[in-house]
């Protein structure tokens, strides 16, 4: 962090927040330095993910701004709680006990920008008193209001802050003051997959799919909660300290018990056709943009690109798929079967895992495992 001081570092960070926007908008870094040890191969006779705990830093940025306290251990029933007060056994004698403290911006070091976006930016930060590094999403009241997208922002918290599996983001918990709204999410050093992309131009076959096993793994996990993503990109899409997968930004992704939704949302090149032609649409949106996103790791562009929107609308509505003749019969084989204009005959997600291209390819390793 250095050695300047609090303020300053607020100041600089506050002042390089203003006024800054951009055409793509998933600038946030992610993972868990300390949850990395004991990596277990995939494809190793027997692999084993160890169960994890959260580290104290972990437990306690979760439940200081909330004052919720972990779960209790087996034993006698405990009084109610009552603010201000720690639950005892019943009988014992209550000793008053002091309110856990809020977090506020003054608990954290502000560090280096790690990305910006239109309604703020993303910072390198450290948690003063454990000295946990986390990015911190710093986001203007006044520009969500002015957009009304107020809505989305509650959306993505209350969402995300309840997914945990190793290939999303983990949320830690939020703050606000009067002017900004404050997310404490992991911190992911080596960024966005975007920009990596940009960086190698495309991926080899190895790498591709070993993104496309762990993406597809956290995706079964999100629809098993009912939550849709539908803005799966290499924007949104972040790499941990190992070059592990991470989901991010779900600002358009939405809890829909019923799975069937009527909006519009997502990037141009990834709506799915039931999108374009404003049918309802339900959790197999994911999928149409798993098949997108394979396209472009292996090519360098999506599959639908083209000179104007109305084309690329054109392209997309007719499966227009063309594969150069550099693409690999395998992931053809994938990509062609996740890419169906009928939603329902798209390759399921498992099946997605189970392809042979993908179990010949992925080399992902198993981080450590979140306890249940």
């Known amino acids: 962090m250095g050695a300047r001081g609090g303020a300053d570092l607020k100041r600089e960070a506050a002042a390089a927040a203003v006024g800054r926007g951009t055409r793509r908008m998933a600038h946030k870094e992610n993972v868990n330095p300390g949850a990395l040890g004991s990596l277990a191969k995939y494809g190793a006779p027997g692999p084993q993910r160890v169960p994890r705990k959260e580290t104290p830093a972990e437990a306690l940025l979760a439940q200081r701004a909330t004052g919720k306290?972990?779960?209790?251990?087996?034993?006698?029933?405990l009084l109610a709680a009552v603010p201000g007060r720690v639950p005892v056994e019943a009988g014992a004698q209550v000793a008053p006990q002091p309110p856990l403290k809020t977090l506020s911006i003054e608990d954290f070091e502000i560090g280096r920008p790690l990305g910006k976006g239109k309604f703020g930016n993303?910072?390198?930060?450290?948690?003063?008193?454990?000295?946990?590094?986390?990015?911190?999403?710093?986001?203007?009241?006044?520009?969500?209001?002015?957009?009304?997208?107020?809505?989305?922002?509650?959306?993505?918290?209350?969402?995300?802050?309840?997914?945990?599996?190793?290939?999303?983001?983990?949320?830690?918990?939020?703050?606000?003051?009067?002017?900004?709204?404050?997310?404490?999410l992991e911190y992911a050093p080596r960024g966005e997959l975007y920009k990596e992309l940009q960086k190698c131009r495309r991926f080899?076959?190895?790498?591709?799919?070993?993104?496309m096993e762990e993406l597809a793994d956290a995706l079964i996990y999100c629809h098993a909660k009912k939550v849709i993503h539908r803005d799966i990109k290499p924007e949104n899409l972040l790499l941990g300290l190992k070059g592990e997968?991470?989901?991010?930004?779900?600002?358009?992704?939405?809890?829909?018990?019923?799975?069937?939704?009527?909006?519009?949302?997502?990037?141009?090149?990834?709506?799915?056709?039931?999108?374009?032609?404003?049918q309802p649409h339900n959790e197999k949106v994911d999928l149409w943009c798993a098949g997108v996103l394979c396209y472009e790791l292996l090519v360098g562009h999506p599959p639908f690109e083209s000179a104007s929107h109305t084309e690329t609308y054109r392209r997309i509505t007719k499966v227009d798929l063309?594969?150069?003749?550099?693409?690999?019969?395998?992931?053809?084989?994938?990509?062609?079967?996740?890419?169906?204009?009928?939603?329902?005959?798209?390759?399921?997600?498992?099946?997605?895992?189970?392809?042979?291209?993908?179990?010949?390819?992925?080399?992902?390793?198993?981080?450590?495992?979140?306890?249940?």
């Not at 080899?204 to 993104?211: C, G, L, V």
């Not at 997968?245 to 056709?273: E, Q």
Request: glycine share 6%; aromatic share 8%; net charge positive.
């Open 245 to 278: 997968l991470k989901i991010a930004d779900f600002g358009w992704s939405v809890h829909a018990p019923s799975l069937r939704r009527k909006t519009m949302c997502g990037t141009l090149d990834y709506l799915p056709p039931e999108m374009i032609e404003g």
């Open 69 to 77: 306290t972990g779960p209790r251990p087996a034993g006698p029933p």
């Open 204 to 211: 080899d076959e190895q790498r591709s799919a070993t993104i």
């Open 122 to 184: 993303v910072y390198l930060a450290r948690e003063k008193g454990s000295h946990f590094l986390v990015a911190l999403k710093v986001l203007f009241k006044s520009q969500m209001e002015k957009e009304g997208v107020e809505h989305q922002l509650r959306r993505e918290i209350e969402i995300q802050a309840h997914l945990r599996h190793p290939n999303i983001l983990r949320l830690y918990n939020y703050f606000h003051d009067r002017r900004r709204v404050y997310l404490i």
């Open 322 to 372: 063309r594969f150069p003749p550099t693409m690999p019969e395998g992931a053809r084989d994938l990509i062609g079967k996740l890419l169906r204009h009928v939603p329902a005959e798209r390759l399921p997600l498992r099946a997605v895992l189970e392809h042979p291209w993908v179990r010949a390819n992925s080399r992902r390793v198993l981080p450590p495992a979140y306890a249940p």
